[in-house]
Nanobody
Framework: QVQLVESGGGLVQAGGSLRLSCAASGRTSSMYAMGWFRQAPGKEREFVATINWNGGSTYCADSVKGRFTISRDNAKNTVYLQMNSLKPEDTAVYYC???????????????????WGQGTQVTVSS
């Protein structure tokens, strides 16, 4: 079992930047592919970015491509989401997730993830 704790959310003006962190603990947490998802008020949770187990492969949703970057530091058991050029439509609760054990590549499918953090709020003002 892997435990995930997000941090780094907050209030920022449009055009600004934030870096989210997701600290993982538990059994072989560095061996999991990871993902970031977000849920805006009144909307379904949506995929944001994913990274494979060693950081060699990443993929971002079209809505954030070129603005957001996912990375990881396995020595620190931490995954990051660097968010630049933020827009009001990026306002949401952001969740990190660990993919099912044995699957080392990233995925954009929510159902592929077994463990989820509690989420961190990101609010972008116009």
């Amino acid at each position: 079992q892997v435990q995930l704790v997000e941090s780094g959310g907050g209030l920022v003006q449009a055009g600004g930047s934030l870096r989210l962190s997701c600290a993982a603990s538990g059994r072989t947490s560095s061996m999991y592919a990871m993902g970031w998802f977000r849920q805006a008020p009144g909307k379904e949770r949506e995929f944001v970015a994913t990274i494979n187990w060693n950081g060699g492969s990443t993929y971002c949703a079209d809505s954030v491509k070129g603005r957001f970057t996912i990375s990881r530091d396995n020595a620190k058991n931490t995954v990051y989401l660097q968010m630049n050029s933020l827009k009001p439509e990026d306002t949401a609760v952001y969740y990190c997730a660990a993919r099912r054990p044995g699957y080392y590549s990233g995925s954009y499918e929510e159902g592929e993830y077994r463990n989820w953090g509690q989420g961190t709020q990101v609010t972008v003002s116009s």
